[in-house]
């Protein structure tokens, strides 16, 4: 296929994204400060062998979803345009519900007759299992619903809900949890009325009824939504292999205590550095998605947003690094999970590196070779699992994350070396040019932190934070200030 450059659309569109992220923004930073608020409110309330348990179901939770409603969402994303394009929306919905259900029954009908298998290999109890189950069916619904906002560029609707799913699911997990007395299963019935409200609320809010149709499913257009979403399956599966199959190991070797710990060091990382870090990618890629199928030059673009990815990333994760302990401290009201600082550098460049490799690997989505992603992420998945085997036994957490960095380090790896024609990333020089320059200064001003001054370690790190960007806006302003026509 052949692209051609556009400056004006391509100004125009970063213009929009722009415009999409300030809406996005209100969703992302609220849902950060949700996640931040999570983990000392349910280490408060938990126990390290319950918080473990709960940490276990989520996981399980994900596994399920990865596989049996979760790419269906995504396809649904990818393929709007152009369906929205030929007019034939209805018939297009219909296929996709129709698909969510069916795989959602194949699952309840595989739990059933390999439920003892699940017990076994997942080592959890019964009756979480079931709750997570039930708890599927909304966080699927969920799922397709947030795709469609996501594809109809409805960026103040998908805030709105956000932010409505997040405090609803803490309120009432603290209410479950503080009257019932149910230990982790009540988070995990909180989340089920959350987001089943959630849900109610996306119905209208994404206009899904005034489009979707009962009406017969035209199979050849159920081909390509499966050619693509499967790969996505399988890449998510990997992903879930890097980052989460962890638990389970540490579960068997050294029990749900240390699967606590590990499900701390976790909450203080992925969940609340990637909700911030999708601002960026929630609202470039639906637009993105739609200059491709227009044949517009997109990767200007994407190295236009890998660039501001890095600039906001690459300074919080190495601040957070460095001061690994002071953040445990700050974000976990339990004295008994503070050991989870071991993990937070590790977990945290494991997630820079994660999310750096939704830029390099947006290439295989929209060519729809999303095998690719797949074969290189599962590389990485077993990688890190064959890590994690040899190395916790003998390193304990530090074997954890070790094993999860050198996984999602060998992902965005293999994402840069395997690069599809035409789809080459145009590495954002002058940015990252700046960044590199503006962190020597922050590096100094640490070395007088540790040797020659003690303040308190909250103003240290946004000292280090406000010299870094103080120099980096001036650089971009002066000496090194983008080209008009860059």
Sequence with gaps: MEFIENREVEKEQLKAIFRDMVKYSPSKIIGMIGNAIIVPVYTSLLSPEQYGLYSLSIAVLSFLCIIFSDWVGLSGLRFFKHHQMTQDMPKY??????????????????????????????????????????????????????QLLRAQLKSIAFTVSTIANQFMTILLSIFFVKVCHLGAIALLLGMAVSITLTDILLI????????????????????????YGVPIAATSLSAWI???????????IHGFSQVGIVGVAYGLTLPLLMTIFSIITVAAIPRIINM?????????????????????????????????????????????????????????????????????????????????????????????????????????????????????FL?????????????????????LNR???????????????????????????????????GIYFTLAKTVMKRPENG
Aim: charged share 10%; proline share 4%; with cysteine.
């Design 242 to 252: 890097i980052n989460q199959s962890n638990k389970f190991i540490m579960n068997s």
């Design 93 to 146: 919905l219909t296929t996709l519900v129709t698909m969510l259900v069916s795989n959602l029954c194949l699952m309840f009908i595989l739990a059933f007759i390999f439920r003892q298998n699940f017990y076994d290999f997942f080592h959890i109890p019964v009756k979480y299992f079931f709750a997570i189950l039930l708890l599927i069916i909304p966080v699927a619904i969920r799922a397709l619903l947030f």
């Design 204 to 227: 209208f809010q994404s206009n899904i009824l005034s489009w979707f149709r009962l009406q017969k499913i035209e199979w050849h257009s159920v081909m390509p939504i499966m050619m």
């Design 292 to 408: 491709y199928e227009e044949k517009i030059d997109v990767r200007p673009l994407i190295s236009r947003f890998t660039g501001y990815f890095v600039l906001i990333a690459l300074p919080a994760i190495s601040v957070i690094s460095l001061y690994s302990t002071d953040y445990v401290q700050m974000l976990s009201s339990n004295d008994k999970f503070l050991e989870a600082f071991k993990l937070i550098p590790y977990f945290a460049f494991g997630t820079f590196f994660m999310a750096m490799a939704d830029y390099t690997t947006l290439q295989y989505h929209l060519a729809n070779k999303t095998y690719i992603d797949f074969i290189i992420k599962l590389t990485s998945g077993i990688v890190g699992v064959v890590l994690n085997i040899l190395l916790i036994p003998q390193y304990g957490l530090a074997g954890v994350g070790i094993a999860t960095l050198s996984a999602n």
């Design 411 to 431: 992902y965005f790896l293999l994402s840069i070396i395997i690069v599809l024609p035409g789809l080459r990333l145009i590495y954002p020089a002058l940015t």
């Design 435 to 469: 960044i590199f320059l503006s962190l020597i200064p922050c590096g100094v001003l640490y070395f007088v932190y540790t040797k020659f001054v003690e303040l308190p370690a909250l103003f240290e790190m946004l000292s280090l934070l406000a010299v870094f960007y």
